[in-house]
C-alpha cells in the first residue's frame, strides 16, 4: 500500500474519532476547509461516499464504517511495524532487571551477564537469585527464567532451552561403594535428595531410562535438602549420589569432579523459559538479552 494511502488511513480514522470536520482540522492543526477538501478527495478517488455530513450529523456511510474498521487495524499494524524496525536498529541501553534460579543463576546466567555486560556498556542489569519458582509478578524484573512450565496470568512466556536430569557422584564416592549396575541398585546407595520447602516432602522417586524404557527407582535419602546448591556440594564431596540437570553439573562433569552414573541413561526432562510482563515483550533490551542467551545456552554444555 503506497504511502499517501496509509496517510489517508490515518487521516481518515482521526477524522471519525474526532466526530466532524472542525474537531478533527482542530486536532491535526489545519483548518476546516483543508480538511474537507482531503476527504472530499479520498471519496473521489474512492469512487464512494465516506461520510454522511449535515448540519446536524457527522456519520460515516456503511462503506466509510468499513473502512475505519479496517483502516484503523491496518494503522495499527504499520505503526507497530515502524517500532520494531527503529527498535531493531538501537542498542541496548537503560537498565534490565533479571531473576533467575539460584543455581542455575550462578553457574548459567552470571557468566552469561558478565560477557552480555561488555558488549552493551551502556546496558545497566541486576541479577536476582531466588529459589525455584518464588520470583513472581509483583518482583520488580523484567525477565523471569524459570524451570518448568510457568503458570502466570498476562505474561508472555517463551522456550529458550531444554536440559535433563542426570545421576552423578564424586569418585571418592564410586572408589568406597562402587557403582552400580542397573537403576534399581541405586535403593541400596546412599542418595542426595530434595525437599520442597514448606511440606518438606521428599523427592525421593527417580526416573532414569532412554527413549524407548524408563524406570522409576524410589531411592534411600542418606541427606536432603530444599536447596539444589547443597545437594550439589554434598555430591562433590563424596556424600552420595544425586539426581541433578545436566546444566547445573556439566562443568564437573567434564572436569572430573563428578562422574556419571548410567552415562547412556536420563532423567526427566526440564524446560527452561523467560517470562516478560507484557509491556516488556519488544524492548530492545529484553529481545538482545533473550536472543543472545538463547544462543549461548545452545553452545554451552548442558542443554
Not at 520447602?197 to 526416573?207: A, D, E, Q
Amino acid at each position: 500500500m503506497p504511502y499517501d494511502e496509509i496517510s489517508d488511513l490515518r487521516f481518515f480514522t482521526m477524522l471519525i474519532e474526532a466526530g466532524s470536520v472542525t474537531a478533527a482540522a482542530r486536532s491535526m492543526g489545519t483548518s476546516p476547509a483543508v480538511t474537507s477538501r482531503r476527504l472530499s478527495r479520498m471519496e473521489e478517488r474512492l469512487g464512494s461516499s465516506l461520510v454522511v455530513r449535515t448540519t446536524r450529523h457527522f456519520r460515516p456511510t456503511e462503506t466509510g464504517r468499513v473502512l475505519y474498521e479496517r483502516g484503523v487495524q491496518i494503522v495499527s499494524d504499520v505503526d507497530k511495524l515502524e517500532d520494531e524496525i527503529a527498535q531493531a536498529n538501537q542498542s541496548p541501553q537503560g537498565s534490565l532487571n533479571i531473576g533467575a534460579p539460584v543455581e542455575l543463576g550462578r553457574r548459567q546466567i552470571a557468566p552469561f551477564i558478565e560477557t552480555f555486560s561488555e558488549k552493551y556498556p551502556k546496558l545497566s542489569l541486576s541479577l536476582a537469585l531466588a529459589g525455584e519458582g518464588l520470583h513472581d509478578s509483583t518482583d520488580c524484573l523484567d525477565v523471569i527464567l524459570r524451570l518448568g512450565m510457568p503458570d502466570t496470568p498476562g505474561a508472555i512466556v517463551t522456550l529458550l532451552a531444554t536440559t535433563r536430569r542426570v545421576l552423578c557422584a564424586a569418585p571418592s564416592y564410586i572408589e568406597r561403594r562402587s557403582l552400580p549396575q542397573t537403576p534399581h541398585d541405586l535403593s541400596k546407595h546412599d542418595c542426595l535428595c530434595l525437599r520442597r520447602h514448606k511440606t518438606m516432602t521428599v523427592l525421593n522417586k527417580w526416573v532414569i531410562g532412554d527413549d524407548e524404557k524408563k524406570d522409576i527407582v524410589t531411592v534411600h535419602s542418606r541427606l536432603s535438602s530444599t536447596s539444589c546448591e547443597i545437594i550439589h556440594d554434598w555430591a562433590l564431596s563424596g556424600r552420595g549420589i544425586a539426581y541433578k540437570l545436566l546444566c547445573d553439573v556439566h562443568h564437573d562433569i567434564e572436569s572430573g569432579k563428578l562422574a556419571r552414573i548410567f552415562p547412556d541413561l536420563y532423567g526427566e526432562k526440564t524446560d527452561l523459559y523467560a517470562v516478560m510482563p507484557s509491556r516488556q515483550h519488544a524492548s530492545v533490551n529484553v529481545r538482545t538479552f533473550l536472543h543472545e542467551l538463547r544462543e549461548f545456552l545452545r553452545n554451552t554444555g548442558g542443554f
